[in-house]
Structure formats: structure tokens, C-alpha cells
């Protein structure tokens, strides 16, 4: 089947300390991945796409095909990166989110 | 980014009744939407797909009859939920996707309550 797997349902990281938040994949074919984020009490918005390679709000993921992976990166840990991250892939022209991870950084 | 439009944020009803959830692209035209379901505490599940001018696509186990989709107009797609019933109660999300490109934006979501 394919599908994105975050094995983490909690991730806490003391503020300035680097985060990982992790997604496996499992495609056939070159896939399309995404990260998305919901603040508290604010709706899902994307955060980066594999495809574009940018860098957004200090976060980074790179496509590890070898490792089926697309973990999220940021080197140090600000109070407001506390939110719910979802991993995503693009299947069949729908996005289909992992179960998600809650960031939690602390002070 | 585009804005998607969701309404109402929150509904309440009695068992029985029939809710209608409307979604709208403000500024921006979507051939495709899409609609998902979130559990407390879990992720988003996709319920189908909303295409416009034809009727929509729904996952495995999701009931036609029961969440109807009706996408009349390149902004506007409507979830109707029929007989509502207590385990009907959830969050309701929708999407829509930009045009040539696989970027979607989020509606806030409608907090559906079943009495």
C-alpha cells in the first residue's frame, strides 16, 4: 500500500536544540511528498514540498530515496515551531496524511 | 497564499437531521476539492473527491448516500451529511486544489455535533 509513516506521535525538544521529525514512505515510483502544519486553533497549511526544495521557517526535509524517508529538519528549536506536523504523499492526484506528529518545544 | 473558505465552523444538530457543510475558493477557481474527515487526536482521512460539473469520487467504505458531494460551480462545493447521527460527530476539512498544480489550501474545518 502506498502511504507515509511517522513513527512519533509526540516529538519534545528543548528550545535552540535541533528537531527531527521523522516520515517513511512507501511508493511505487518517484513520489511527491509534502510537509504540512497546524498551529493551535489554526487550519493545515502546507509547510515545504520535496519537489521545490526551499526552506521554510528554518525547516528542511530531503527525499531519501534509498532510506524511503522525508524526515523534517530544523537545526534549533524555536517556542512557536509548537504545532502538529503531517506528512504527506501525493497518490492518485489525492493527498493522503500520515497520522501526524506533535512538536512540542520546551522552554 | 489562496484562501479557502469554510462555513459553518461549528454546527450543532438533533439525530436525524440533514447538515450541509459549504466550501469556497475565494480567489481562486477549483475544478477540485476535496473533502476530509478528522477524528480527535488523529489525522486527516480522506472521504472523496469533489470534481466539478461531474459527481464525486469516494473512498473505500465512505457512504455515497450518506455524505453527499455536490460541486455545482468552480468555487462552491457543498458536504451534505443526511440522517446525522451521534457517531457522525467530527471534524469536517475541506480542500481545493490550484490548477496545474499539486498544491492544496485548507478550509478551517466545521466542528460537526450530533445530539
Known amino acids: 500500500a502506498q502511504r507515509v509513516t511517522q513513527p512519533e506521535k509526540l516529538l519534545s525538544v528543548f528550545k535552540g536544540a535541533p528537531v527531527e521529525l521523522k516520515c517513511n514512505y512507501s511508493?511505487?515510483?518517484?513520489?511527491?511528498l509534502f510537509w504540512y502544519v497546524q498551529y493551535s486553533r489554526q487550519r493545515l497549511q502546507l509547510l515545504l514540498r520535496?519537489?521545490s526544495r526551499e526552506s521554510i521557517k528554518g525547516f528542511t526535509a530531503d527525499l531519501n530515496k534509498g532510506e524511503t524517508s522525508f524526515h523534517l529538519k530544523k537545526p534549533f528549536a524555536q517556542e512557536e515551531d509548537s504545532a502538529m506536523y503531517y506528512c504527506a504523499l501525493l497518490r492518485d492526484d489525492k493527498i493522503i496524511f500520515g497520522k501526524g506528529t506533535r512538536l512540542h518545544i520546551l522552554p | 497564499g489562496a484562501v479557502v473558505s469554510q462555513h459553518p465552523s461549528w454546527v450543532i444538530c438533533k439525530s436525524g437531521t440533514s447538515v450541509k457543510i459549504e466550501c469556497r475558493s475565494l480567489?481562486?477557481?477549483?475544478?477540485?476539492m476535496f473533502w476530509y474527515r478528522q477524528f480527535p487526536k488523529q489525522s486527516l482521512m480522506l472521504m472523496a473527491t469533489s470534481n466539478e460539473g461531474s459527481k464525486a469520487t469516494y473512498e473505500q467504505g465512505v457512504e455515497k448516500d450518506k455524505f453527499l458531494i455536490n460541486h455545482a460551480s468552480l468555487t462552491l462545493s457543498t458536504l451534505t451529511v443526511t440522517s446525522a447521527h451521534p457517531e457522525d460527530s467530527s471534524f469536517y476539512i475541506c480542500?481545493?486544489?490550484?490548477?496545474?498544480?499539486?498544491?492544496?489550501?485548507f478550509g478551517a474545518g466545521t466542528r460537526l455535533s450530533v445530539l
Open positions: 480542500s481545493a486544489r490550484v490548477p496545474a498544480k499539486n498544491i492544496q489550501y
Open positions: 511508493y511505487s515510483g518517484s513520489p511527491e
Open positions: 480567489d481562486f477557481q477549483a475544478t477540485t
Open positions: 520535496h519537489i
